[in-house]
T-cell receptor, first 113, second 111 residues
Framework: DAGVIQSPRHEVTEMGQEVTLRCKPI?????LFWYRQTMMRGLELLIYFNNNVPIDDSGMPEDRFSAKMPNASFSTLKIQPSEPRDSAVYFC???????????FGPGTRLTVT | DQQVKQNSPSLSVQEGRISILNCDYT??????FLWYKKYPAEGPTFLISISSIKDKNEDGRFTVFLNKSAKHLSLHIVPSQPGDSAVYFC??????????FGKGTKLTVNP
């Protein structure tokens, strides 16, 4: 089975530009999570969806961040406008209903200059 | 305020010996604990978990121990192998689906 797929793997952009990160969860998984990893704060949850519905977005840092899940096999995390402090590795994870172990994608390394 | 703490940023052990990674937590609502392993440029990989109703869970070379009264858990790897060299994250959940991670311990297993 394919794991969680994220694209792009690397993104370099200039401050002020819009950035869109993409995630395809494991087929059959019904919960999807977006995390951000930085040196200072470690791995932190930004938002998660259950059956395509956003459940908790309390970790989203600012209104510049938004996430959508239009269907069970696709989610996006958008940053508009991007700032240098958004530079981090962004991970997507998914899990199947009734289980608690989350499976992570390879991450997107975002650099905002 | 960190709810999950891994106080040792790094650990170095010899191949064949035991590796012990420690984790402390502060939130008494946590009822499920997980360990993840992470290699550079990859996502975290689930390793082993334990429910708060247990005090030990074993899977091959990996054993997790939970001491609820001390709010402490540990991961034992026996015997350690060079391929175990990675960053290990402790994570915890309350009744929700939210994972709270520690900052990780980098394990180096020397041949």
């Amino acid at each position: 089975d394919a794991g969680v797929i994220q694209s792009p793997r690397h993104e370099v952009t200039e401050m002020g530009q819009e950035v869109t990160l993409r995630c395809k969860p494991i087929s059959g998984h019904n919960s999807l999570f977006w995390y951000r990893q930085t040196m200072m704060r470690g791995l932190e949850l930004l938002i998660y969806f259950n059956n395509n519905v956003p459940i908790d977005d309390s970790g989203m840092p600012e209104d510049r961040f938004s996430a959508k899940m239009p269907n069970a096999s696709f989610s996006t995390l958008k940053i508009q406008p991007s700032e240098p402090r958004d530079s981090a590795v962004y991970f997507c994870a998914s899990t199947r209903q009734g289980t608690r172990e989350q499976y992570f994608g390879p991450g997107t390394r975002l650099t905002v200059t | 305020d960190q709810q999950v703490k891994q106080n040792s940023p790094s650990l170095s052990v010899q191949e064949g010996r035991i590796s012990i990674l420690n984790c402390d937590y502060t939130n008494s609502m946590f009822d499920y604990f997980l360990w993840y392993k992470k290699y550079p440029a990859e996502g975290p990989t689930f390793l082993i978990s334990i429910s708060s109703i247990k005090d030990k869970n074993e899977d091959g070379r990996f054993t997790v121990f939970l001491n609820k009264s001390a709010k402490h858990l540990s991961l034992h790897i026996v015997p350690s192998q060079p391929g175990d060299s990675a960053v290990y994250f402790c994570a915890a959940m309350d009744g929700s689906e939210k994972l709270v991670f520690g900052k990780g311990t980098k394990l180096t297993v020397n041949p």
